[in-house]
């Protein structure tokens, strides 16, 4: 293709984008090619399981990478070895653990070969995957927030104020784009922003009608991740409990809901709603919230595995 070629091109990107915004997002390998999405998803999901399983049960994405920025300084004579492990060490357990890049990659990569099978590709193969599973992780990260705030007495968790709102926004938004797409999905053709007279906004034009999965299968697997979540906030066995100073007095852990990993607003007159995070060695304790999070992940792919009413045009 000549560059006035290519220029052309490229200026009929808004026409066509707002024609049909799926056709024009498979202009796309990473949309059209789905086959190689997925492998190249399986793979970041089989380094993570390599990760997981070298680096333990509770290892963390942030462990490795402040381990790997302190080589060079390391190397340099800057720091000593000693110090190193200590980042190392101090790093497990906290922010992002390696098990949700398998849950969650795994959940998108099922998915995606499903829609495949059922005759959705391309970008509508890569909207409704991802649409899932975002949901599973908006809707299992606002248990987890309502939970903590109630059970362990933080209710600055909820509260739409800074730092915490960024992570509420960013759930709400997974939760939003999930049930969006589930909507699109059982809505019949035309009948989405009828009241708008253009075309621009009539969505479900673009993507296939589907009923999501309520079958036998799912209801069961709701039933399982209620119980889940039951026996994690009642756990039976014994933890180890925490006190943490805070600006308005001691704070102790509770017996309901516990957790390895206490985030706790040691400074609740300061107007911010941010937390010190605190861990707690317990692998089993730690098995149960990786158990619970896999249930609610099997709930939404489960749910996802539609039945196509009417494919897209």
């Known amino acids: ?64 990478e402040l381990t790997v920025r302190a080589i060079p300084s390391f190397l340099l004579g800057w720091i000593t070895w000693e110090q190193v492990s200590e980042i190392y060490w101090g790093q497990y357990g906290l922010n992002m ?75 709400a938004l997974f939760v939003f784009v999930g049930c969006f797409v589930v909507a699109v999905g059982r809505i019949k053709h035309g009948s989405l922003f009828r009241f708008f007279r253009g075309k621009y906004l009539l969505v479900e034009t673009f993507l296939p009608q589907v009923h999501v999965n309520l079958g036998r299968w799912t209801l069961f697997l709701i039933f399982c991740a209620a119980w889940g979540a039951f026996a994690w906030i009642f756990y039976p066995y014994p933890v180890q409990a925490i006190q943490v100073a805070t600006d308005v007095g001691l704070w102790r852990s509770s017996s309901l809901f516990p957790q390895t990993l206490y985030t706790i607003d040691v400074d609740v007159l300061d107007g911010l709603a941010a937390g010190v995070q605190f861990w707690v060695r317990n692998d089993f304790l730690h098995g149960v919230n990786t158990a619970v999070k896999v249930l609610f992940t099997l709930v939404f792919y489960s749910l996802g595995r539609v039945k196509v009413v009417r494919p897209y045009p």
């Open 97 to 171: 653990h390696w098990s949700a890049l398998v849950i969650y990659g795994l959940c998108f990569w099922g998915l995606s070969r499903y829609y495949s099978g059922q005759g959705i590709h391309g970008s509508r193969n890569f909207t409704f995957s991802v649409a899932y599973t975002l949901l599973s992780v908006g809707v299992f990260e606002f248990f987890w927030m309502i939970s903590f705030a109630v059970f362990q007495g933080q209710p600055w968790l909820l509260e739409w104020r800074w730092a915490q709102v960024r992570i509420l926004a960013q759930n």
């Open 1 to 64: 293709m000549s560059s006035v070629e290519s220029r052309a091109a490229f200026s009929d990107y808004p026409q066509l984008f707002f024609s049909n915004p799926f056709d024009f997002a498979d202009r796309f390998k990473v949309f059209r090619e789905e086959a190689k999405t997925r492998g190249a998803i399986l793979k970041i999901v089989a380094a993570s399981a390599i990760f997981w399983a070298i680096m333990g049960f509770d290892s963390t994405l942030m462990q490795l």
